[in-house]
């Protein structure tokens, strides 16, 4: 499956009717309708890159109550493969 | 700072009639519809189950961004996984605090590696939220 444009992305600086999400390369991403949401959707590539790096790492540690961990790594694979398409 | 809108998001293939647009379901597993209006191919982010509504303005639900898809079949697997992503977005936000309140209760640890993985997290959500970490 075709993966996302690499990150980060981030939103141009300047004046535009609406706000731009643009990559590193400064090509678009989205044309994003209200100023309130382009941090959530720019951040998108981060949030997805350090959920994974947290999902090993709760993969790895103990806790005192395991089907807390369980469902926690549950919701964190249902989000990772709504992101991408692909379950990890 | 006004937060997001609410997830969940979704996405919704405009394919113009004139390109043999179908209403109905993409192989990537996303709705599309067909516009009479012209315009170029493009995957509209909206924030609501009821995409006629959406599409014709009925003030249900709303729109929350616009990708444009490039011409050509890697260009546009590319933008369908950059809208899925995007989509994605609030759903990633509400995952990461879960992490993090996880990862600050855990004990029996190796401490060094909590505080970087929790940096990290902090990190993510803050831009996520428009604020310095």
Known sequence: MTEHTNGPWRQRVGPTTHPLIEDERGRTIAVVSVQHDVP????????????????????????????????????VDRAIARATGVQP | MTPPTPGP????????AERGGLCGRAPEGHDTITSDSGGDC???????????????????????????????????????????LLAAAANLLAVCKMQREFIESARNMDNAVQVAVLADVDGAIALAEGKTP
Do not use: C, W
Not at chain 1, 47 to 59: C, G, H, T
Not at chain 2, 9 to 16: A, G, M, N, Q
Not at chain 2, 56 to 78: C, D, E, K, M, Y
């Open chain 1, 40 to 75: 959530v959707l720019a951040a998108s590539t981060d949030m997805l890159a350090v959920l994974k790096q947290a999902r090993e790492f709760i993969d790895l540690i103990g806790s005192d109550d395991d089907a807390v961990q369980i469902a926690l790594l549950a919701d």
């Open chain 2, 9 to 16: 998001y979704r996405v919704l293939e405009i394919i113009p």
């Open chain 2, 42 to 84: 493009r995957i509209e982010i909206l924030s609501t189950t009821d995409h006629m509504r959406d599409v014709f303005g009925s003030g249900h639900g709303g729109h929350i961004a616009t990708v444009p898809i490039p011409l050509g079949l890697a260009a546009r697997a590319q933008a369908i996984a950059n809208a899925r």
